[in-house]
């Protein structure tokens, strides 16, 4: 398996029971090691263009750089590898401006974004809006992201609960987004990786239908077959009301092979 690391990948999108068609798109690649999930907004079709564009453009980028970063087999430092997801969004957030730009129908389009690159016993996760990323590991399942919301600075400040904040009219105004501004604030973290850990990547239509204890009941009852898993998340957000589109991306470390370093590797890799 290429960059040293076994994933066993599923997903699924979904329009849900009330909008008329599907503004997210989703873009896997167990072989290279990542993952894609925008989710779009705009009138008419802009949100549907805005997604595909930023899943396209940051799908191509990988592929295009990955094999150029590792084709010497080495481990690449951290910087190296968040520089690459960074650019990938970047990239994607130039070219939904350019075709708003040159289509006026496309004027205010823009979308979600989150991303995971395996690499070894490494997750590069980087994301923009309220698009999600959580954890399975021993049981326990956990959001690894924070959304880019009003909703979540209201409960940062203190001026809402948690609680509070599930029945709160304002759930789905996002602070950032891909393609509405020329730079893009790209929120970059790492995260170390076990084999059995499973990654759940999802659009803010299964989150808002599914309590957390919902999916981690679901995600624990069929972990061990992802694509039940994910159907069944799909299933019981529609039957909660399928208010927005619904994706998912379920990714499960199957093996990590972490190849040992020199001394001059590992100095190499501090001065990178």
């Given at each position: ?178 393609g509405v501004d020329h730079e893009v604030d790209i929120e970059v973290h790492e995260h170390i990786t076990k ?36 159907g069944t998340l799909i299933q019981r957000a529609n039957m909660h009301g399928g208010k927005d589109n619904i ?26």
């Amino acid at each position: 398996m290429a960059y040293h690391v076994s994933l066993e990948c599923v997903a699924k999108t979904d329009t849900g029971m009330v909008r008329s068609h599907n503004e997210d798109f989703i873009a896997v690649s167990a072989e290279h090691g990542f993952v894609i999930l925008a989710d779009g907004m705009g009138g008419y079709s802009a949100g549907e263009v805005a997604s595909s564009i930023a899943a396209t453009v940051v799908q191509e980028t990988l592929e295009e750089r990955l094999p150029l970063q590792f084709k010497e087999g080495g481990r690449q430092s951290d910087r190296q590898l968040q520089q690459l997801v960074q650019q990938a969004v970047a990239r994607a957030n130039a070219s939904i401006i350019d075709a708003a730009e040159n289509e006026p129908q496309f004027h205010g389009m823009g979308t979600t974004v989150v991303v995971g690159l395996f690499q070894q016993d490494r997750l590069i996760l980087a994301h923009v809006g309220d698009s999600r990323a959580y954890r399975l590991r021993d049981g326990e399942l956990v959001q690894i992201t924070r959304d880019h919301s009003l909703l979540q600075e209201q409960i940062d400040a203190g001026l809402i609960t948690p609680e509070a904040a599930l029945l709160s009219p304002n759930r789905n105004l996002i602070t950032r987004a891909v393609g509405v501004d020329h730079e893009v604030d790209i929120e970059v973290h790492e995260h170390i990786t076990k084999p059995g850990d499973i990654y759940l990547l999802c659009s803010d239509g299964l989150s808002d239908m599914l309590s957390h204890e919902e999916i981690t009941a679901t995600l624990k009852d069929f972990g061990a077959d992802l694509e039940s898993a994910c159907g069944t998340l799909i299933q019981r957000a529609n039957m909660h009301g399928g208010k927005d589109n619904i994706s998912v991306i379920l990714a499960k470390v199957v093996a990590v092979d972490v190849k040992s370093e020199s001394l001059l590797d590992r100095v190499l890799k501090w001065v990178r």
